[in-house]
């Protein structure tokens, strides 16, 4: 849902990036703005936390590590909620865990449809890849 509009006048200089970033990515400036500012007002109340990927799609990782929050998080459900399994696995801080779960609580909706992502079964998986050579690993 939409709330009511503001208005913005960006300075020249962040108006040509702007635009710059429009011709490269098709994205209106508008919508460019709101996820930026999105990002900055995120990165600002969890500081730790950083976004990258592609511009249409990117996701929320935890500085000093090369782990997205999604990671983070499915390792959490798959040790059991068990701090010191993930930190130990990770090589993570007690403040970098709590910051991703902190994380999580919040914006639980955007990272559990990267889980779902990621949980896909492979049977899906090799309809959708049907070009992929899958390796099956007997235990």
């Keep these: 849902m939409k709330t009511k509009p503001i208005s913005f006048r960006p300075s020249k200089g962040l108006d040509s990036r702007l635009e710059a970033m429009r011709r490269r990515t098709g994205i209106p400036k508008s919508r460019l703005a709101e996820q930026?500012?999105?990002?900055?007002?995120?990165?600002?109340?969890?500081?730790?936390?950083?976004?990258?990927?592609?511009?249409h799609d990117r996701g929320?990782?935890?500085i000093g590590t090369h782990l997205d929050i999604w990671e983070v998080i499915l390792g959490w459900q798959d040790f059991g909620e068990d701090?010191?399994?993930?930190?130990?696995?990770?090589?993570?801080?007690?403040?970098?865990?709590?910051?991703?779960?902190?994380?999580?609580?919040?914006?639980?909706?955007?990272?559990?449809?990267?889980?779902?992502l990621q949980r896909r079964p492979l049977s899906e998986l090799e309809k959708e890849y049907p070009f992929a050579q899958v390796v099956r690993i007997e235990e």
């Design 83 to 116: 701090a010191q399994r993930v930190q130990d696995y990770f090589q993570i801080s007690p403040r970098q865990l709590n910051l991703a779960l902190a994380y999580y609580r919040e914006f639980k909706d955007e990272i559990d449809h990267a889980l779902a």
């Design 36 to 55: 930026l500012i999105d990002e900055a007002e995120r990165m600002r109340r969890y500081p730790g936390i950083a976004f990258n990927g592609p511009d």
């Design 60 to 62: 929320a990782w935890v």
